[in-house]
């Protein structure tokens, strides 16, 4: 089961991005069931939880993104959005995007995202 995240690429900083996640057709039926969730990675470094929005539209924020980033779902299309604006270096990584119910989670293929300053 893996989600697929497209969107990434290089832009300046300053710049924005929109990072859009399918599920997968296993749990499309079930997707207003999952909480999802886009994390990133750099090399070297732990995996970093950027955005969180829960099956009731919850959302939440790592305090080094909130107020950039805005993250959405759209669960007649199921799939998950994250707005990136004012970009910054420090936000370059691969980001990652999830969907966990019950405490199991699916992850996809990540998308790379490289800001230059």
């Known amino acids: 089961v893996q989600l697929q995240a497209s969107g990434g690429g290089l832009v300046q900083a300053g710049g924005s991005l929109r990072l859009s996640c399918a599920a997968p057709?296993?749990?499309?039926?079930?997707?207003?069931?999952?909480?999802m969730a886009w994390y990133r990675q750099v090399p070297g470094k732990q995996r970093e939880l950027v955005a969180r929005?829960?099956?009731?539209?919850?959302?939440n924020y790592v305090d080094s993104v909130r107020g950039r980033f805005t993250m959405s779902r759209d669960n007649a299309r199921k799939r998950v959005y994250l707005q990136m604006n004012s970009l910054k270096p420090e936000d370059t990584a691969v980001y990652y995007c999830?969907?966990?119910?019950?405490?199991?989670?699916?992850w996809g293929q990540g998308t790379q995202v490289t800001v230059s300053s």
């Open positions: 999830t969907a966990e119910r019950a405490g199991n989670y699916y």
């Open positions: 057709r296993t749990i499309t039926s079930v997707f207003n069931l999952f909480n």
């Open positions: 929005v829960t099956t009731d539209r919850k959302t």
